[in-house]
């Protein structure tokens, strides 16, 4: 009783803040004083349950130090004049209808390289982003594209850590995991393109830019060297992709000749710079501002602190077994409906709680380890839900980690169709499956890569 009562507040407490438009860290503070409360009443002591706060943090330790590379990435690159040179390239090449389905392919393309949703928004959803800004183009749209591209990797790259993590925790094999995923998710990938073209070019009325913006756009920009090389970060960011080198390697060797080009070819003080890279960069023409100004490691402190106190409930649910009362009930619901219905209930209540997308696919993995009947079952319908899921919940460190690297509206969200139609197709499979007990001989089944090992009931025969 008391754990349905200390889960229901915390939801009420969320639910509220969103309302009242509070400030999502206070939100996380008080969850973590209700949770620290909740360990409280079952017997443990203050000093265990620190303990247990700062065992959830130390797992994030990482992520923050890549919150802070980003910052200064980003900053670099407007101030190294990446940015507004392919912002002046685009005004060319691209359309506000056109950016829109460009926008979701070319992050599908990076995250797949990079394996990281953060990455990808970083680089290719920032400068995604900017072109949106600066042709006036619907940024509801180009947000929700840059989250489903983002997140498109996360579940079918072999370079994903989530991938990885879910490989790891159901013993399954990573590269047919992945293969799985992209064959399963073609439908999807497919409604996701032509969601985004047809309501890309309905929301700009088939409009092109004005010749008259183009040229304001371009004329903003005379301060910049905008020659090729400033294009050389952007080039290291996808060649040493291309190579696997790890991302924040490649991520620091893209900041290194974004620099170098800053001090040599923008011609900036070092002093400034410095401070560019920390505070953010700041245009001293108003012009430019509205387009170059941003970034920074200090335009990361806020998502910093957020993810850090999101990190105590991992610890806290750990060791106060918070969430047990919820897996019996998960294994009951599964029995009743189908596999599928049970993980995906469970995604959607653990990334809402944990507030954290790494978190939740732990939690997802130890409330539904008796839903199927064998690890690659279990690994596909995780890869279909809960890797997903952080995606479309605002207050998840995933969401407003991307929401704070680009810049969009967070009522983006609602326009991430991929996050949306993956775990909405597959549930369709799991239950069209369910009713008709043959379907995994059908060749449509087997080209979704689907076999005997994903239908409990022939397990259990």
Known sequence: MLETVTLATFVVTLLTGIVLDLPLLAVLLVGWLLFFDYGLLRGHDMGSLVRMSLAGVSDVTSVLLLFALIGALTASWRAAGTLPAIICWSAHM?????????????????SMLTGSSFATAATIGVICMTIATSMGANQLLVGGAIISGSFYGDQCSPMSSSASLVAHLTGTNLFSNVTRMVRVGVVPFVA???????????????????????????????????????????????????????????????????????????????????????????????AIARLANGGGVSSMADIAAIVTVASTYAGLFEGTALLEGLGRSVSALARRTTPFVGVLATSIATAAIACDQVVAIMLVRQLCDQCEGTGSALA???????????????????????VAFT?????????????????????????????????VDTPAALCMGLTEEDDLRRLAA
């Open 94 to 110: 691209v359309t506000p209808a056109s950016l829109v389905p460009a926008t979701f392919l070319l992050c599908c393309m990076m």
């Open 192 to 286: 996701s393109c032509l969601l985004y073209t047809v309501l890309g070019w309905r929301a700009s009325a088939g409009a092109g830019v004005p010749a008259e913006m183009t040229t304001s756009v371009v004329e903003a920009f005379r301060s910049f060297d905008l020659s090729p090389v400033v294009l050389v970060p952007v080039v290291v960011v996808f060649a040493l992709c291309m190579l696997r080198v790890n991302v924040r390697v490649t991520m620091l060797a893209s900041l290194a000749s974004a620099v170098v080009i800053c001090l040599t070819v923008q011609h900036m003080d070092a002093s400034e710079l410095v401070r560019s890279l920390i505070l953010g960069y700041r245009a001293a023409d108003p």
């Open 380 to 402: 596909l319908d995780i890869e279909s839900s809960v890797t997903l899921v952080p995606a479309l919940i605002p207050w998840s460190t995933s969401c407003v980690g991307i």
């Open 407 to 439: 810049g969009m509206p967070l009522a983006s969200t609602m326009c991430a169709f991929l996050p949306m139609l993956v775990p909405a197709w597959t549930l369709a499979i799991s239950l069209w499956q369910h009713a008709h007990p043959t379907f």
